[in-house]
């Protein structure tokens, strides 16, 4: 889960965090690790007793992933994320920090973290929208999308479905400066990903209404990508909805924002709801 931006099909590593561990020696009693530990791209490292042991999950399966190295057993309860030229992940564990790339947030008007969230990690980023909150950063060369395949997605719980409401965008339109948008909107009530190829035009859309509108207070995956040729949306797993779209995504100057479009004088669609692992 993440902002990632890839040229070509390419088999992903992984990185994430462990949720728990249960770890047997031979005919010992099991050890239960609880907590978060964080893994690094491929491997995993726990330290269970001053001893430091090594193992590589299987990532072709569902958790749980078990493996044997140097005698031990060791199953795992964990989430990841595929590393296939990722930009940025936002896990919201450490307030606005990109967990794998440099794009730290700005916390505009007081953005929170709570533990309200999917059951995935402990902490999730809390927005309200009569406060104007909202998270952002100054537009820079990882988060422009020109000329790339890129894909975003997130976990998104909206506490009403009012209005637009803006997931992530990097869309100032009236600068003339709109690239691109992951959002929530009542006119078809739906989540929606929209791309403009010059800044102006922002009708290029593509909308998940195949599966129905999503519940509010619910925790949903939002995940949307563009390959060249399309765009495309899926929901909680469910139906792929596609647009035919060729056209690029402008390269321009918009801030990248979570949680409001715009800019950061003037941030408009504020979501009303919660993020998580963006």
Excluded at 45 to 62: A, C, G, K, M, V
Excluded at 147 to 169: E, P, R
Excluded at 231 to 252: A, E, K
């Amino acid at each position: 889960r993440g902002l990632a931006a890839h040229d070509e099909p390419a088999n992903y590593d992984l990185a994430g965090y462990v949720q728990q561990a249960t770890i047997h020696r031979g005919r010992d009693r099991e050890v239960q690790s609880g907590g978060q530990t964080p893994f690094n791209p491929g491997r995993l490292s726990l330290l269970l007793e001053n001893d430091d042991f090594r193992f590589t999950p299987d990532y072709q399966t569902n958790p749980p992933y078990s493996n044997w190295d140097v005698g031990l057993m060791v199953q795992v309860r964990a989430y990841a994320m595929a590393l296939g030229n990722l930009v940025s992940w936002w896990d919201f564990e450490n307030a606005a920090y990109d967990s794998y790339g440099a794009n730290n947030l700005t916390n505009n008007n007081g953005v929170s973290y709570s533990a309200l969230g999917p059951n995935i990690v402990a902490l999730s980023a809390q927005f309200a929208r009569a406060s104007s909150q909202f998270l952002s950063i100054v537009a820079n060369s990882t988060l422009n999308m020109s000329g790339s395949y890129f894909t975003i997605g997130a976990w998104v719980n909206l506490a009403d479905k009012t209005g637009a409401q803006m997931i992530a965008a990097k869309w100032d339109n009236v600068g003339n400066s709109a690239e691109y948008r992951l959002y929530y909107t009542a006119t078809t009530d739906s989540f929606s990903f929209t791309v403009s190829p010059n800044g102006i035009t922002v009708t290029n859309t593509v909308a998940a209404t195949t599966d129905g509108s999503p519940a509010a207070l619910v925790w949903h995956f939002v995940v949307a990508w563009y390959d060249g040729s399309n765009l495309y949306i899926q929901v909680d797993n469910n139906t792929i909805d596609t647009l035919t779209y060729s056209g690029g995504v402008f390269n321009g100057t918009s801030p990248f924002l979570i949680g409001a479009k715009g800019t950061v004088a003037d941030p408009t669609n504020l979501l009303n709801g919660s993020i998580d692992s963006l």
